[in-house]
Each structure stands twice: as C-alpha cells, then as structure tokens.
C-alpha cells in the first residue's frame, strides 16, 4: 500500500494544487483522504486534488513524495489510471 502525492504546480482558485494517488487501490486512496479531511468532491476519477497547504500533513500521515512522471508512471503501472479520452 502506497499513497503518493507529487508537487504542488497546478494553479487554480487563488492557490497551488497537487495530486493524491494510491498506487494499490481506489479503496486505500479514499479512506486515506477521508481520514486526512479531504473533501469528496475534490475526487478527480483516479486522483484527488490537494492544495499546497494540506501536503505536509498527508506527508507526515504516511503519504510519499514523488514527481509529477513518477507518480503518474506508477498510477499506470497500478492498473488505476483513467486516460483523458475516457474521463468523460
């Protein structure tokens, strides 16, 4: 088991955002999240969106620090990866 969150680079509503993935199963992904006060509507089909402030309470919570490349690679390779074509 295996949440990872990479580096906060995404703009979006005045703040920095990151991706929180699991690189096991969408169920670990969810109760990791909800354990940690991040809200269901920030689920994004195989990722939630965490703003910068959150990311050092999910990294002392056990989360990993990956790249960008490193953590999308390992969402693939986990099988839990939805490409854009499908997210619609």
Known sequence: MTVL???PIWPAHGRLWAHL????????LHAFARSHDVPARAFDVDHYDVPEELIPQLLA?????VGGKELVRRLIASGLRV???DRR
């Open 5 to 7: 969150v990479d580096d």
């Open 61 to 65: 919570a056990g989360a990993q620090h």
């Open 83 to 85: 490409p854009a074509r």
């Open 21 to 28: 993935v699991s690189d096991d199963s969408l169920q670990e």
